[in-house]
């Protein structure tokens, strides 16, 4: 059975780090595409960023170039997402899917995690 369960959400100060965490399981990153998303009270879900199979190609919404990185540990089969210079506006439940095709992102992932929730306040 396919699982992806992120982790390492919490509440952090604005300027501050998260370091967000997708364990998948079921199968192997080789022959996935992971995308991180997230959705913020009252508003659509929206990609944040992703990375491919293979390559490790990435690509990153405008609002996170520059603070956000994505990057996987094959042998973990984990794929993380480390958070910099953290926003107010970053606030948001974060999830982490899985997909078959790289240009296809940010639609057609099959598989989905629960999420887990980042809070930037003062």
């Known amino acids: 059975q396919l699982q992806l369960v992120e982790s390492g959400g919490g509440l952090v100060q604005p300027g501050g780090s998260l370091r967000l965490s997708c364990a998948v399981s079921?199968?192997?990153?080789?022959?996935?595409?992971i995308g991180w998303f997230r959705q913020a009270p009252g508003k659509e879900r929206e990609g944040v960023s992703c990375i491919s199979r293979g390559s490790g190609s990435t690509k990153y919404a405008d609002s996170v170039k520059g603070r956000f990185t994505i990057f996987r540990e094959n042998g973990k089969s984990t794929v993380y997402l480390q958070m910099n210079s953290l926003k107010p506006e970053d606030t948001a439940v974060y999830y982490c899917?899985?997909?078959?095709?790289?240009?296809?992102?940010?639609?057609?992932?099959?598989?989905w995690g629960e999420g887990t929730l980042v809070t930037v306040s003062s």
């Open positions: 079921g199968f192997t990153l080789d022959y996935y595409v």
């Open positions: 899917a899985a997909g078959r095709t790289y240009n296809d992102y940010p639609y057609n992932m099959d598989f």
